[in-house]
């Protein structure tokens, strides 16, 4: 069987620069080059025809927190809010090996839609700077200037446990994601620059007064990896008027491919198959419409189902949407299309 790398994917989410931070910025372009680990290097990104996406910066828990087992109901206590020094630590050393790679041009640091195009037809992976969890910033939003000077152009103002500027949802199913205040005046002011500044804002992580605090600031509303919470109720996905109002507001929703997310009953179960996965998609396309809905993968920062293990298997999606039914014009859509239309409305050109 063709193993079909086209239409090439511009995904919404993965954490690579995470997993090669944590093994030494020493050799981070050989280990992205090529790796036996993780879920994204150059020679399997080149065997599935992944061709970027927004490259995310996070700044893993401290202590004793252990990522929950992902056996239903589960209600994970969030871990500690992290001090912004201790973050930024982290945050600049992941955006180091990020700038390290564009020189070394192992990828291509993208800051408009034209620079995205120019590296996907150069053949060359396009990272969009994305940072997950805002605790690197400082509530005054001196740092945000940094980063964005730097080539940030997306943010989350949380990844679930508490910042300065918010609060996110629990790592909780079956559960909505109604689970708490949202911004905080900071947070708020945050929002407000990130639009002055055309950096996305990412409700993926946010809580659903968190949503509707970006909606009243007139952003459109981006969930860069998530999915329907009809298809999978944990409180990470998103409800059908969630997902409504990112089509109203021009915004974009993308599935991610981790299986607690994915799987109907919650578990982290890699031998579903890919069928849930449409499932999602389907439900996605009927909310938000088929201009809004592309893809959000978290490689490298989610278990993944066998039939999806990483970015070489992504021909794998692409032939169940077309066995699905999916026209080709929907499947180019949602594997890069609609992400770049989205980000050249809100970026401008
Ligand atoms: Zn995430």
Redesign the pocket.
């Known amino acids: 069987m063709t193993q079909p790398t086209e239409p090439p994917v511009f995904d919404g989410?993965n954490d690579v620069l995470l997993r090669l931070w944590k093994g030494g910025a020493a050799g981070a372009a050989d280990r992205f080059a090529a790796s036996d680990t993780g879920h994204i290097d150059l020679r399997r990104a080149r065997a599935g025809g992944f061709a970027g996406g927004f490259f995310a910066m996070f700044a893993p828990p401290e202590g004793a927190f252990r990522m929950p087992s992902f056996q239903p109901p589960y209600d994970e206590p969030l871990p500690e809010e992290l001090p912004q020094d201790r973050a930024l630590a982290a945050i600049a050393g992941q955006a180091g090996v990020l700038l390290a790679l564009d020189r070394a041009g192992a990828l291509a640091l993208c800051r408009t839609v034209a620079e995205i195009e120019a590296a996907m037809a150069a053949g060359r992976v396009a990272a969009v700077m994305h940072l997950?969890g805002a605790e690197a910033i400082d509530p005054d939003l001196a740092t945000l200037d940094l980063f964005h000077a730097a080539g940030l152009r997306s943010l989350g103002p949380v990844?679930s446990r508490p910042t300065a500027f918010g609060h996110g949802v629990p790592f909780r199913h079956p559960s909505d994601g109604d689970t708490g205040p949202g911004l905080t005046e900071a947070g708020k002011r945050l929002v407000a620059r990130c639009h002055d500044l055309r950096i996305v804002v990412d409700t993926?992580?946010l809580n659903v007064a968190g949503f509707e605090d970006v909606a009243a600031a007139g952003l459109p509303l981006v969930a860069t990896?998530s999915n329907a919470h009809a298809v999978s109720p944990g409180a990470r996905n998103l409800t059908d008027a969630q997902l409504r109002a990112i089509g109203e507001t021009g915004g974009m929703v993308g599935l991610n491919f981790g299986t607690m997310f994915v799987n109907e009953d919650g578990r982290a179960a890699s031998d579903r198959g890919l069928g849930p996965f449409l499932r999602h998609l389907d439900r996605m396309i009927e909310m938000a419409g088929e201009d809004h809905v592309g893809l959000g993968s978290?490689f490298d920062?989610a278990p993944m189902s066998s039939d999806l293990a990483d970015v070489a298997a992504l021909p794998a999606l692409r032939r169940a949407m077309a066995g699905h039914g999916y026209p080709d014009m929907l499947i180019a859509k949602i594997c890069n299309g609609n992400w770049l239309d989205f980000l050249r409305r809100y970026w401008g050109g």
Request: hydrophobic share 10%; no cysteine.
């Open positions: 989410h997950e990844w993926s992580h990896h978290d920062g």
